[in-house]
């Protein structure tokens, strides 16, 4: 490996690995970090990526162990490559004084206004910076998917809706939707956009998908029993709404009876998600 990773850890998981990387970031001008599953296909071939952005304080150990996602990655011969949700360490005022803004909330967008635009410029690392690590080191074969929850659900349609020609398929699970019309992106939106609301319609997936001219399939699962889905802060209908009015026709937005916002969702529907992304993965 090239000196630009560090291994942290490496521990066996049903039949392949789990590993988890550091290195210093280009992009945010930090340390990162990111898991990477590995099947054991990967010790013999080239093998297919799907990339999962986790939600609000999460960090990249949130989906290594509690998704549980390794199992259905090492049956369908997928890499499952995760990165931390915002740059760490830079302690910028007011970074950590809520638990949804800063600090574990990236929100994965490159930032524009100061202090915030030196160091959470998180579509470039993800979209660049962390994708060429992904293919300089590790045995991919150019195909990728993108998958997200909440926050990174959010991530998942954004980055993969604007960068429709690096991706297979999206899915997400609980994204918020339309963060230009809820108070999570609001608040966010314009400490690290600014007031200007028409640049917010760059990172707001309602928006992207009317202007979608590759129509890639997307994947959407909601749980009814969500919390912040009854607060109106993910807006699947939106995204719904926006994707008809469009002619988004690839677009699957799935109502779970019973299922809130937490890993309990996601562990029981992950199987779905990457059997969603296999098929367009070709494996």
């Known amino acids: 490996m090239s000196k630009q990773l560090t291994q942290v850890s490496r521990n066996r998981c049903f039949g392949g690995w789990q590993e988890v990387w550091e290195h210093q970031s280009t992009s945010t001008q930090?340390?990162?970090?990111?898991g990477v599953y590995l099947p054991s296909k990967a010790e013999r071939a080239n093998c297919p990526v799907v990339y999962f952005l986790s939600g609000l304080t999460c960090n990249e150990q949130n989906f290594i162990t509690k998704a549980a996602a390794q199992h259905f990655a090492e049956a369908y011969g997928i890499i499952l490559v995760n990165p931390d949700t915002?740059?760490?360490g830079t302690d910028l005022p007011g970074e950590h004084d809520d638990w949804d803004f800063g600090s574990g909330a990236g929100?994965?967008?490159?930032?524009t206004l100061a202090p915030w635009s030196e160091h959470y410029r998180m579509e470039s690392y993800v979209i660049n910076?962390?994708?060429?690590?992904?293919?300089e080191h590790f045995p991919v074969n150019g195909k990728a998917?993108?998958?997200?929850?909440?926050?990174?659900g959010h991530g998942a349609l954004v980055l993969g809706l604007r960068h429709r020609e690096r991706f297979q398929s999206i899915s997400a699970f609980a994204p918020i939707s339309a963060p230009s019309l809820c108070p999570w992106g609001q608040?966010?939106?314009s400490n690290y956009l600014g007031d200007d609301q028409q640049t917010w319609l760059a990172y707001d997936a309602h928006h992207l998908i009317q202007q979608a001219g590759i129509t890639l399939p997307i994947l959407v699962y909601q749980g009814r029993e969500d919390d912040f889905y009854k607060q109106k802060q993910l807006l699947p209908e939106a995204l719904e709404q926006a994707a008809k009015d469009a002619g988004y026709k690839s677009l699957q937005v799935r109502y779970q009876d019973g299922y809130d916002h937490s890993f309990y969702f996601i562990s029981s529907f992950i199987g779905e998600h990457l059997a969603f992304?296999?098929?367009?993965?070709s494996v």
Do not use: C, Q, V
């Open 30 to 34: 930090t340390p990162m970090k990111f």
């Open 86 to 88: 915002s740059p760490r």
């Open 107 to 111: 929100f994965y967008l490159d930032a």
């Open 129 to 135: 910076e962390l994708n060429d690590l992904i293919t």
């Open 145 to 152: 998917s993108i998958m997200g929850h909440s926050m990174g």
């Open 187 to 189: 608040k966010a939106f």
């Open 277 to 281: 992304h296999a098929k367009y993965l």
